[in-house]
């Protein structure tokens, strides 16, 4: 069973301020996406990266696929209360399967 | 096309009663997903469309669950003798596959919809 742990579970920071979250796994994974979700919403894309060592940015938003295509980083500059909500990782294996297996998410909080 | 709609947004149901919901996809997605997420965890897989054919189901989706996509459109997930352990947040999502080369599977993401709120009493 493939596995994505996210780290840190929660992160309030302030308004302005910059931070990271990390998508980590032992399987390799031929693409992986990140969705935000906001509270009684379902999850909206942000980015797919399927390449190793690839890097996709996003406005403020930087996402890194690792080499090994087993990890990735979401990293936010001068967050703005509007970033705040669960940020989910999710990984598909490829090989014949089209299901994505998520990690339990980030919550993230910016506070103004 | 506003984007994948589910029916209905709230449900309170009694334990032992049947419930069903619907999904409506954006129409010239071919691939739609039913996963289920509870308080706390990301969002887990129930089961797959590729047009009508049902083509993966978890071992999450017991004997009480079944899933139909008639005519390779919308969708519905019935869940029969609910329990308590189903209340959870049920979330329909669709893609649209295309063949290229090097294009991986999953390359385009999923469009959730809002979901449907379960909560069995």
């Known amino acids: 069973t493939q596995l994505l742990e996210q780290s840190p579970q929660f992160l309030s920071i302030q308004e302005g301020e910059n931070l990271t979250v990390y998508c980590n796994s032992s399987s390799v994974f031929s693409s992986l996406q990140w969705y935000r979700q906001e509270p009684g919403e379902g999850p909206v894309l942000l980015v797919t990266v399927v390449t190793g060592g690839e890097v996709k940015k996003l406005k403020r938003l930087t996402f890194q696929f690792g080499d090994a295509r087993k990890d990735s980083s979401l990293h936010i500059t001068a967050a703005q209360p509007g970033d705040t909500g669960l940020y989910l990782c999710?990984?598909?294996?490829?090989?014949?399967?089209?299901?994505?297996?998520f990690g339990k998410g980030t919550k993230l909080s910016v506070i103004p | 096309d506003t984007g994948v709609s589910q029916d209905p947004r709230h449900k309170i149901t009694k334990r032992g009663q049947n419930v069903t919901f619907r999904c409506d996809p954006i129409?010239?997605?071919?691939?739609l997903y039913w996963y289920r997420q509870t308080l706390g965890q990301g969002p887990e897989f129930l089961t797959y469309f590729q047009n009508e054919a049902q083509l993966e189901k978890s071992r999450l989706l017991s004997d009480r669950f079944s899933a139909e996509r008639p005519k390779g459109s919308f969708s519905t997930l019935e869940i029969q003798r609910t329990e308590q352990g189903d209340s959870a947040m049920y979330l329909c999502a669709s893609s649209l596959a295309r063949a290229g080369p090097r294009i991986p599977q999953n390359h385009y993401g999923y469009t959730f919809g809002s979901g449907t709120r379960l909560t069995v009493v």
């Open positions: 999710a990984g598909s294996s490829g090989a014949g399967s089209y299901q994505l297996t």
């Open positions: 129409s010239e997605h071919n691939r």
